[in-house]
């Protein structure tokens, strides 16, 4: 494998909270709370140097502005380098991705990336208002729209074009859950039967409500280090960040000139794959967005594990299954983990990472060498895509 | 400062005079909103609804009125003259009036005397039990020989809201007196609160609002549970010492739930769980599924009674129903007939009485 000159970028420790409905806990708590375990997950590493926040709206669903200085203090940290990422529900990863950049170039050698976010203290509808500041102000939220609504919109047209079966949009949801169950950090830690499924009440048609993921506070963070930088002991608690790639797409869903395909999505694959020299085959697992199933569809398709319109057959033949060919959402993705919004990529990463070093216990998947983890903003807005590999 | 440890003595309300439940009373308006009809009019999903119907009070009730029903069947079945009283309050989330007291309205309507003491309680949901508890120090002090707590709401749910669905009308008034003449002695009382700000309506606010899923884990189970279990554990008691229990009944899962967690069978809610045919009453819901259970209730029978009131507390008393009960339960209409005077609303009748129309 190709490996140029500049130094190489590991996680050495991840600590991730229960995603949850926190509301005895203040915003900066779950953030200290979250870096203290990933410190605890690499004890002999050095004070990290920086800390980079990824966060969607903790200024306006917490009027807290100003994360990073106000967490690298709780967080015993004072004097750091530090700054907030937004890239709405990418931020965690985009987070990660402004961490690589830094190592990678060689300015500094160690990092805290967190995610945090904590806005279940908010009416569900005054949070649907917050949340719709993803998309395009002018032509989009003011007139109503939020991102379940806009998906909603591009999953009727996904049905129209692709009739797929209602059996196997909701197999998405079931995969999901039925990982998850084995996940002590979820939200939603129940399997899901199809006949509970099938029951469900639309929610935003033509979703269900086990359709879309739940909304949710939650904190997790990453220690990241410079390879050189890592102390002996910890090596093999650590993984490479082989490729990470950060794409945009035309904000507003009427600009774009084909809507049911997730271009960012598509382009992030391709350039995160190109920086750590493989192809999709050299993948073990995909730790997918799963907001919506929507979002899973096109996910699936962008990335080219399916052909246009025909990836809900992969939810159907068990490819998507843990044991099957390409695992997904292996410890419950968003639906069942629950969905922490701004915090969610670091989660997606700190997930694939417990499976590539064998400590993801009841979620365990077998053989995983290399993950394929993708972070999407808004209605495919913004993808990040990183992929992690073991070091052995 | 330290606290004197002579003034805790323990975490029980118990009265120095034994006292009890000389007579107990429930009103119940006869309209009815189905659940399935406000889905219809709001495009709720009917599978799941929070309970099948409500009760709705009409054009010329409100909580005066219904308050004056309950407190002359509880009068009935005390067999004491009103002038007997010597206080006279009234619970509640939707007194008539920002200012000006129900309590006396109801006390003059009632014939009580001048000499007492009146006034309106407001504790959310426990607005009821709140003066049950203080009707409980008053008589157990020895300060009066007969007081007067009634628990009485036509609640407010903002149209096109999930409390729409429950928000109803009724509840109930409870006479207490020596434990001697009682039909059922009360004895313990228990309080248990927090600041927890689950659901509230500020000044001038026509409708509550309320903090959602918030209102569940942290809010109700929290302080019913620890209201329950507190009472139960300080007087040695487990659920199967209970022939009854009644929980606060915004809906029917949620008493259901805290019930079983409590040790309580189904079997042993039944009789209080009013929720799924009358909705939720607010702060008569507790008192109107106690008076269900006196109206069936056997001499030497024991009741858990627990309230929720949001902002957030939660009452307990423990009841052991006593001999008199036999002669009085006849004596005015039982809780069931009330139920079963039912009269089916559509959702523009409903508005219509509840005066969500404009007119001028």
Same mark, same amino acid.
């Given at each position: 494998?190709?490996?140029?000159?500049?130094?190489? /970028?590991?996680?050495?420790?991840?600590?991730?909270?229960?995603?949850?409905?926190?509301?005895?806990?203040?915003?900066?708590?779950?953030?200290?709370?979250?870096?203290?375990?990933?410190?605890?997950?690499?004890?002999?590493?050095?004070?990290?140097?920086?800390?980079?926040?990824?966060?969607?709206?903790?200024?306006?669903?917490?009027?807290?502005?100003?994360?990073?200085?106000?967490?690298?203090?709780?967080?015993?940290?004072?004097?750091?380098?530090? /700054?907030?990422?937004?890239?709405?529900?990418?931020?965690?990863?985009?987070?990660?991705?402004?961490?690589?950049?830094?190592?990678?170039?060689?300015?500094?050698?160690?990092?805290?990336?967190? +995610? /945090?976010?904590?806005?279940?203290?908010?009416?569900?509808?005054?949070?649907?208002?917050?949340?719709?500041?993803?998309?395009?102000?002018?032509?989009?939220?003011?007139?109503?729209?939020?991102?379940?609504?806009?998906?909603?919109?591009?999953?009727?047209?996904?049905?129209?074009?692709?009739?797929?079966?209602?059996?196997?949009?909701?197999?998405?949801?079931?995969?999901?859950?039925?990982?998850?169950?084995?996940?002590?950090?979820?939200?939603?830690?129940?399997?899901?039967?199809?006949?509970?499924?099938?029951?469900?009440?639309?929610?935003?048609?033509?979703?269900?409500?086990?359709?879309?993921?739940?909304?949710?506070?939650?904190?997790?963070?990453?220690?990241?280090?410079?390879?050189?930088?890592?102390?002996?002991?910890?090596?093999?608690?650590?993984?490479?960040?082989?490729?990470?790639?950060?794409?945009?797409?035309?904000?507003?869903?009427?600009?774009?000139?084909?809507?049911?395909?997730?271009?960012?999505?598509?382009?992030?694959?391709?350039?995160?794959?190109?920086?750590? +020299?493989?192809?999709?085959?050299?993948?073990?697992?995909?730790?997918?967005?799963?907001?919506?199933?929507?979002?899973?569809?096109?996910?699936?398709?962008?990335?080219?594990?399916?052909?246009?319109?025909?990836?809900?057959?992969?939810?159907?033949?068990?490819?998507?299954?843990?044991?099957?060919?390409?695992?997904?959402?292996?410890?419950?993705?968003?639906?069942?983990?629950?969905?922490?919004?701004?915090?969610?990529?670091?989660?997606?990463?700190?997930?694939?990472?417990?499976?590539?070093?064998?400590?993801?216990?009841?979620?365990?998947?077998?053989?995983?060498?290399?993950?394929?983890?993708?972070?999407?903003?808004?209605?495919?807005?913004?993808?990040?895509?990183?992929?992690?590999?073991?070091?052995? | 400062?330290?606290?004197?440890?002579?003034?805790?003595?323990?975490?029980?309300?118990?009265?120095?005079?034994?006292?009890?439940?000389?007579?107990? =009373?429930?009103?119940?308006?006869?309209?009815?909103?189905?659940?399935?009809?406000?889905?219809?009019?709001?495009?709720?999903?009917?599978?799941?609804?929070?309970?099948?119907?409500?009760?709705?009070?009409?054009?010329?009730?409100?909580?005066?009125?219904?308050?004056?029903?309950?407190?002359?069947?509880?009068?009935?079945?005390?067999?004491?003259?009103?002038?007997?009283?010597?206080?006279?309050?009234?619970?509640?989330?939707?007194?008539? *009036?920002?200012?000006?007291?129900?309590?006396?309205?109801?006390?003059?309507?009632?014939?009580?005397?001048?000499?007492?003491?009146? !006034?309106?309680?407001?504790?959310?949901?426990?607005?009821?039990?709140?003066?049950?508890?203080?009707?409980?120090?008053?008589?157990?002090?020895?300060?009066?020989?007969?007081?007067?707590?009634?628990?009485?709401?036509?609640?407010?749910?903002?149209?096109?809201?999930?409390?729409?669905?429950?928000?109803?009308?009724?509840?109930?008034?409870?006479?207490?007196?020596?434990?001697?003449?009682?039909?059922?002695?009360?004895?313990?009382? *228990?309080?248990?609160?927090?600041?927890?700000?689950?659901?509230?309506?500020?000044?001038?606010?026509?409708?509550?609002?309320? !903090?959602?899923?918030?209102?569940?884990?942290?809010?109700?189970?929290?302080?019913?549970?620890?209201?329950?279990?507190?009472?139960? #554990?300080?007087? !040695?008691?487990?659920?199967?010492?209970?022939?009854?229990?009644?929980?606060?009944?915004?809906?029917?899962?949620?008493?259901?739930?805290?019930?079983?967690?409590? =040790?309580?069978?189904?079997?042993?809610?039944?009789?209080?769980?009013?929720?799924?045919?009358?909705?939720?009453?607010?702060?008569?819901?507790?008192?109107?599924?106690?008076?269900?259970?006196?109206?069936?209730?056997?001499?030497?029978?024991?009741?858990?009674?627990?309230? *929720?009131?949001?902002?957030? !507390? #939660?009452?307990?008393?423990?009841?052991?129903?006593?001999?008199?009960?036999?002669?009085?339960?006849?004596?005015?209409?039982?809780?069931?007939?009330?139920?079963?005077?039912?009269?089916?609303?559509?959702?523009?009748?409903?508005?219509?009485?509840? #005066?969500?129309?404009?007119?001028?």
């Amino acid at each position: 494998m190709p490996r140029s000159s500049k130094p190489q /970028v590991l996680i050495a420790g991840v600590g991730m909270l229960p995603v949850g409905e926190h509301w005895q806990q203040s915003l900066r708590g779950l953030a200290v709370q979250a870096i203290r375990l990933a410190q605890a997950d690499a004890p002999a590493m050095p004070r990290p140097q920086a800390i980079f926040v990824g966060n969607m709206l903790a200024s306006s669903a917490s009027h807290q502005a100003n994360l990073a200085a106000l967490v690298a203090e709780y967080a015993n940290l004072v004097g750091i380098e530090g /700054v907030t990422v937004e890239a709405a529900e990418a931020s965690g990863a985009a987070a990660l991705r402004q961490a690589f950049i830094a190592i990678r170039s060689g300015l500094i050698e160690t990092a805290l990336v967190l +995610g /945090v976010e904590k806005v279940t203290d908010h009416p569900a509808e005054d949070l649907d208002a917050l949340i719709a500041r993803s998309l395009d102000s002018d032509y989009e939220s003011a007139i109503g729209l939020t991102p379940h609504s806009q998906a909603a919109l591009l999953m009727q047209r996904y049905i129209a074009e692709y009739a797929p079966s209602s059996e196997a949009l909701g197999a998405f949801a079931r995969i999901s859950r039925s990982n998850g169950a084995g996940n002590p950090l979820a939200f939603r830690p129940q399997p899901l039967s199809a006949e509970a499924y099938a029951k469900a009440p639309l929610q935003v048609p033509p979703f269900k409500t086990w359709d879309l993921a739940p909304v949710a506070d939650g904190a997790a963070a990453l220690l990241l280090t410079r390879d050189d930088k890592l102390p002996k002991p910890l090596r093999q608690n650590a993984l490479r960040v082989a490729g990470v790639a950060l794409v945009t797409e035309r904000l507003a869903l009427h600009d774009r000139p084909d809507p049911l395909f997730f271009e960012a999505a598509a382009v992030s694959v391709q350039e995160a794959c190109r920086q750590a +020299g493989i192809g999709l085959a050299d993948l073990d697992f995909f730790e997918y967005t799963d907001a919506t199933v929507l979002h899973a569809l096109l996910s699936l398709e962008a990335a080219g594990f399916a052909p246009r319109g025909q990836a809900w057959r992969l939810a159907q033949d068990g490819s998507l299954d843990r044991y099957g060919s390409l695992p997904v959402a292996t410890m419950g993705g968003s639906n069942a983990r629950g969905f922490p919004l701004g915090a969610a990529g670091v989660y997606q990463l700190a997930e694939a990472a417990l499976q590539l070093l064998g400590k993801a216990g009841a979620c365990q998947i077998d053989h995983a060498q290399r993950a394929l983890v993708q972070s999407l903003g808004g209605t495919g807005t913004t993808a990040v895509t990183t992929i992690l590999e073991r070091l052995a | 400062m330290t606290v004197n440890p002579e003034s805790r003595p323990g975490l029980l309300l118990q009265p120095k005079v034994k006292t009890g439940i000389i007579g107990y =009373g429930a009103y119940i308006p006869r309209y009815r909103l189905p659940a399935k009809e406000v889905a219809r009019i709001w495009g709720g999903n009917e599978d799941g609804l929070p309970v099948t119907e409500k009760a709705v009070a009409g054009l010329d009730e409100d909580v005066i009125t219904m308050s004056i029903e309950a407190a002359r069947n509880a009068l009935a079945r005390a067999g004491i003259h009103p002038e007997e009283l010597r206080a006279v309050w009234v619970g509640s989330e939707s007194h008539p *009036y920002a200012v000006k007291p129900s309590g006396t309205v109801v006390a003059e309507a009632i014939g009580a005397s001048h000499n007492i003491s009146s !006034g309106d309680w407001e504790f959310a949901c426990k607005a009821g039990t709140e003066a049950l508890v203080a009707a409980l120090g008053m008589v157990g002090s020895g300060m009066g020989r007969y007081a007067m707590a009634i628990g009485m709401d036509t609640a407010q749910g903002k149209p096109g809201d999930a409390l729409e669905y429950t928000a109803a009308s009724g509840g109930a008034c409870y006479i207490l007196g020596p434990a001697a003449e009682s039909l059922a002695e009360i004895e313990a009382a *228990y309080s248990f609160v927090s600041d927890t700000p689950d659901f509230w309506r500020r000044a001038h606010a026509i409708y509550p609002e309320h !903090g959602q899923r918030f209102t569940g884990e942290p809010a109700y189970f929290e302080h019913v549970g620890s209201s329950a279990s507190t009472i139960m #554990s300080e007087m !040695g008691l487990q659920a199967s010492d209970f022939d009854y229990a009644v929980f606060h009944q915004p809906n029917k899962k949620f008493p259901q739930r805290i019930a079983k967690e409590l =040790g309580f069978s189904p079997e042993q809610i039944e009789t209080g769980l009013l929720s799924p045919r009358i909705g939720n009453t607010y702060a008569g819901a507790a008192l109107v599924g106690l008076s269900a259970i006196l109206d069936v209730a056997k001499p030497g029978q024991r009741i858990l009674m627990t309230s *929720y009131g949001s902002g957030a !507390g #939660s009452d307990s008393f423990i009841l052991k129903v006593r001999k008199p009960i036999t002669e009085r339960q006849n004596k005015a209409p039982g809780t069931e007939a009330y139920i079963a005077r039912r009269l089916e609303i559509d959702y523009a009748t409903y508005l219509r009485y509840r #005066s969500e129309i404009k007119v001028k």
